[in-house]
């Protein structure tokens, strides 16, 4: 199979090749001989997945740090302009002369802007995809120990104090990630995909539904126009911090630029990828932002000045708690998804580097033929085993020493959202369309890259400020209340 596969891709170099169908068969073959079978469906619950996550649960405290002008507007004009970057992101996934494929975003970036640029985008994506499992792991862990605490609450009485220690909580994630990180590459994902993404509609579901149903039976819509006010909840100091670790907050909600391009690599030609993805693209993203603006605002009319840093745990909803338990348990199982989504691109980085370095290596290179009853073969390989069980147990302990759900995300949010979602689009784009310097039309998308990074900074700035003050009374590994 590997001696026809080489003469395939030896033959069929060009984009021509991505028409042909085998006769009687179900897989497309691609110019490079690697089946496709994606479509709009499974890069919809791709998009969707990587999308809706822990973000949409600060979403209400995000609002109440701006108001009920300021936040609705930010969060309308952040679903813009991350739907417009996409189309301009998903737009390089080939060479519009050669039809070459960049199958990865850092190969796009490289073949587009060059070896520096290339470098500097490694380094972003590989932090940012650390920083979002790191975060995951935190926030389902928070929605586990709701959980458990909910159930002590309910056995015990409200006054009972149930103090719940985390520590074996993040431990059975990452042994359920460890598990799961076993699966070979992004194209075994979309089954996963598609069960958390189906659970990113329950629980958020239900958070919009509690809102609507709190707001209704109280009969007021609290909030106001600026936000949480200053003197009766926080110092002027701290509503400056807050705003900008808001800003941060729903630029994480809407991060997903980051594994785009992988997600686009998994779609059959024809139709052109693009075509395909801007489907997706469009709606995921139409999806997901009513869900947001929704969640967010309902949670901010139930609570006002008061909305949680998270909806469904942190002194948020607590009744009817069977439907928290559901809403925190599909929380839980979409993550468990979710991290394998942002994993994936940085798992194979670090085996395809290995592979290169040590050809020859057994270790790295080698599989092992594993049968399954019922099923085919599974391929171990010993490298990845080792190398990905690793990565796991170092996320985890990460995440606990460092539980900060809104300052973790509010941060990973400003360093990912500027560069992964708008610098390199348009500098990518700019550079394939050849668009003029100094033209109208590079000016305006100048401009907007600029607007988006004084924002990342600010939030930035806000989000590390969120995390010292939280740092001030924590000790890390303690049983929390």
């Not at 609002?63 to 609705?72: C, N, S, Y």
């Not at 099923?375 to 190398?387: E, G, P």
């Not at 796991?392 to 759900?405: E, Y």
């Amino acid at each position: 199979m590997g001696d026809n596969t080489a003469s395939r891709d030896h033959i069929h170099s060009n984009p021509a090749f991505d028409v042909a169908v085998m006769e009687g068969g179900s897989k497309l073959f691609n110019d490079d001989g690697r089946p496709r079978t994606g479509n709009v469906v499974t890069a919809t619950a791709h998009i969707i997945t990587a999308v809706i996550g822990s973000g949409v649960l600060s979403l209400a405290w995000a609002i109440a740090q701006l108001g009920w002008v300021v936040g609705p507007i930010v969060m309308v004009m952040f679903s813009v302009v991350t739907y417009y970057t996409s189309c301009l992101l998903v737009a390089c996934y080939r060479d519009p002369v050669s039809g070459k494929r960049n199958t990865t975003y850092s190969a796009a970036v490289r073949n587009h802007l060059g070896g520096f640029k290339y470098k500097v985008l490694g380094i972003v994506q590989r932090v940012n995809l650390f920083g979002t499992t790191i975060g995951y792991t935190i926030t389902a862990c928070i929605s586990m120990v709701a959980i458990r605490r909910n159930s002590c609450l309910h056995k015990h009485g409200a006054a009972a104090p149930c103090l719940v220690n985390s520590n074996p909580y993040m431990i059975a994630f990452g042994i359920t990630e460890i598990i799961l990180s076993q699966i070979p590459n992004f194209h075994e994902l979309s089954w996963l995909s598609t069960i958390a993404a189906i659970m990113s509609f329950t629980y958020s579901g239900i958070g919009l539904a509690l809102g609507i149903v709190r707001v209704a039976q109280t009969g007021t819509i609290k909030g106001t126009l600026s936000g949480v006010s200053i003197g009766l909840h926080v110092t002027q100091a701290e509503k400056v911090w807050r705003i900008f670790q808001a800003l941060g907050d729903i630029a994480f909600a809407y991060s997903f630029a980051i594994v785009l391009i992988e997600i686009e690599d998994t779609v059959r030609c024809p139709p052109a990828e693009a075509k395909t993805m801007k489907k997706a693209s469009t709606i995921s993203l139409s999806v997901t932002s009513v869900f947001y603006i929704l969640c967010g605002c309902f949670g901010y009319a139930s609570f006002g000045d008061l909305a949680p840093g998270n909806l469904l745990t942190d002194k948020g909803f607590l009744n009817p708690s069977w439907l928290i338990d559901v809403a925190n348990a599909a929380i839980v199982i979409h993550l468990i998804g979710a991290y394998q989504v942002f994993a994936q691109p940085l798992y194979a980085f670090v085996e395809k580097k290995a592979a290169q370095l040590f050809p020859h290596s057994h270790f790295i290179t080698k599989e092992i033929d594993i049968p399954i009853p019922g099923f085919s073969y599974y391929k171990l390989n010993l490298f990845r085993l080792v190398w990905r069980t690793l990565y796991v147990i170092l996320t985890t302990l990460l995440s606990m020493i460092f539980p900060f759900f809104n300052g973790v995300v509010g941060f990973l949010g400003a360093l990912g959202y500027w560069p992964m979602s708008i610098y390199f689009p348009v500098e990518m784009y700019i550079a394939q369309k050849k668009i003029p310097k100094w033209s109208t039309r590079w000016l305006c998308l100048q401009i907007l890259s600029l607007s988006v990074l004084v924002i990342a900074l600010l939030a930035a700035v806000g989000s590390v400020a969120g995390v010292v003050e939280s740092l001030k009374d924590y000790k890390p590994f303690r049983t929390s209340t």
